[in-house]
């Protein structure tokens, strides 16, 4: 037998267990399977088919972005890439408005709108920094500390969010490891969006020197720089910027929906 429709009952209870429990304490493949669960078809199909496409989106931005590797694809690949993540955000957009604000609770859109703050610090600095980025032992030592500093912050918060919610049967620290990685992965793919737009349409108006970032974009440039060696600075920049940022906040996790919860309480 087919289980009965959730009520509107069903679904504030469902919605608030997984803003307060699941969410805090990173379980993110709990959420989905709860959300999942909530827009079980054949009612609400729309709303997988949403994820759906949203997913497709979500590939298509990293096809093209891996193919910025190849120095003679970078200016066709990031024009496709800035494309890919419009309509990538704009679904997410969409959804989000049709389908109620449970829909977005899996996709953490919160490290985003923090891991803009980063970004402007990005565009402010002097343009020194991305002048002299290449590939190099220097590069990939600053990514694995801002990332490896990134995944220790949210490491530490999810073993103190889940004191005592897990039977400690030893796997206790490979599950909390899990969540945090995979929180982390999700922040990383939020903040290679913010770093691709905000590098390439933002510091390229605001920035210094930004014509000469302009002809860095268009693969006309002279200086030995590397497109994909900006990006990936901007990206795990924008990822340590947005996960300590959130201790800015009031009393929540980065995990958070878009909402202020002062407001939603008292209403």
């Given amino acids: 037998m087919a289980p009965p429709d959730p009520t509107a009952a069903d679904k504030a209870v469902l919605v608030d267990v997984v803003e307060r429990h699941l969410?805090?304490?990173?379980?993110?493949?709990?959420t989905w399977s709860a959300v999942w669960g909530l827009y079980r078809p054949p009612v609400y199909h729309r709303a997988l088919v949403a994820y759906v496409t949203a997913?497709?989106?979500?590939?298509?931005?990293?096809a093209f972005?891996?193919?910025?590797?190849?120095?003679?694809?970078?200016?066709?690949?990031?024009?496709?890439?800035l494309l890919a993540i419009g309509v990538c955000y704009l679904l997410i957009g969409f959804g989000t408005l049709i389908h109620g604000r449970a829909w977005a609770m899996?996709?953490?859109?919160?490290?985003?709108?923090?891991?803009?703050?980063?970004?402007?610090?990005?565009?402010a600095f002097h343009p020194d920094w991305w002048e002299n980025v290449t590939w190099g032992w220097g590069l990939i030592s600053a990514l694995v500390v801002l990332g490896?500093?990134?995944?220790?912050?949210?490491?530490?918060?999810?073993?103190?969010?889940?004191t005592g919610m897990i039977s400690d049967r030893g796997w206790t620290p490979f599950v909390l490891a899990v969540?945090?990685?995979s929180v982390t992965i999700t922040g990383l793919v939020h903040s290679l969006f913010v770093a691709v737009v905000g590098m390439i349409t933002l510091t390229t108006v605001f920035g210094e020197k930004n014509h000469q970032l302009r002809e860095v974009w268009a693969g006309t440039s002279d200086l030995s720089v590397s497109p994909s060696a900006i990006l990936a600075a901007a990206t795990f920049w924008c990822l340590a910027a947005?996960?300590?940022?959130?201790?800015?906040?009031?009393?929540?996790?980065?995990?958070a929906p878009l909402?202020?919860?002062?407001?939603?309480?008292?209403?």
């Fill in 55 to 62: 997913a497709l989106g979500l590939a298509l931005v990293i």
């Fill in 65 to 81: 972005f891996s193919a910025i590797l190849m120095p003679f694809m970078e200016s066709v690949s990031i024009t496709f890439t």
């Fill in 179 to 181: 969540r945090a990685l």
């Fill in 148 to 162: 490896g500093v990134s995944f220790g912050y949210l490491l530490i918060e999810a073993r103190n969010h889940n």
């Fill in 242 to 255: 947005g996960v300590f940022s959130q201790i800015l906040w009031d009393d929540q996790p980065i995990t």
């Fill in 23 to 30: 969410l805090p304490r990173f379980a993110v493949g709990a």
């Fill in 259 to 267: 909402s202020h919860r002062r407001w939603r309480d008292e209403r």
């Fill in 106 to 123: 899996p996709l953490f859109l919160r490290i985003p709108a923090a891991g803009a703050v980063g970004l402007i610090v990005l565009v």
